[in-house]
T-cell receptor
């Protein structure tokens, strides 16, 4: 159990366009989902935390108007990168946590390249 | 500020050569310490959770231990398929009922056949 999927696994978009990434918990209900970004050979940096049905909590320095997060159901969260620029190119990873549990289970990640 | 430091940054071992990875942490009230394995281009895979000093967990060739200041991931008789980046993370803050993870930089482990 505790399988998390992401779609797409990779995406290339032009500068100025928006991209949506989906994160799904396949075999459990995720009351909380997290979005991370990871640069090459670096560790994971938390971008935001979202609870089902409420607004996401963004980490300091993360633009909430640029990185829109929606957690509409207990199995789905989406991250939309609006007006993407080349510096937004990165590996985006989501994780999900069951209610009351401390472990986070990660998705396989989405490679975003902005040209 | 909560901090996690992993050492070494990279480690090369021969197949069968046992060793340990270190994770030192400073946190205002540890709620849990987590070990993950990450293969290139993939998301982290959950390995262990440790909650209190003295606790140990084992899985195949891996054994994780915890003290009040650090955790060790011992790998016994490793195989090439154990090659990966091993990430340590601590959980120290509850925000709106959720738990943030603070990650270390990871240790890139390479096992040569």
């Amino acid at each position: 159990g505790a399988v998390v999927s992401q779609h797409p696994s990779w995406v290339i978009c032009k500068s100025g366009t928006s991209v949506k990434i989906e994160c799904r918990s396949l075999d459990f209900q995720a009351t909380t989902m997290f979005w991370y970004r990871q640069f090459p050979k670096q560790s994971l940096m938390l971008m935001a935390t979202s609870n089902e049905g409420s607004k996401a909590t963004y980490e300091q320095g993360v633009e909430k108007d640029k990185f829109l997060i929606n957690h509409a159901s207990l199995t789905l969260s989406t991250l939309t990168v609006t007006s993407a620029h080349p510096e937004d190119s990165s590996f985006y990873i989501c994780s999900a946590s069951r209610q009351g549990a401390r472990e986070q289970y990660f998705g396989p990640g989405t490679r975003l390249t902005v040209t | 500020e909560d901090q996690v430091t992993q050492s070494p940054e990279a480690l090369r071992l021969q197949e069968g050569e046992s060793s340990s990875l270190n994770c030192s942490y400073t946190v205002s009230g540890l709620r849990g310490l987590f070990w993950y394995r990450q293969d290139p281009g993939k998301g982290p895979e959950f390995l262990f959770t440790l909650y209190s000093a003295g606790e140990e967990k084992e899985k195949e060739r891996l054994k994780a231990t915890l003290t009040k200041k650090e955790s060790f991931l011992h790998i016994t008789a490793p195989k090439p398929e154990d090659s990966a980046t091993y990430l340590c993370a601590v959980q120290a803050t509850i925000i709106q009922g959720a738990q943030k993870l603070v990650f270390g930089q990871g240790t890139r482990l390479t096992i040569n056949p």
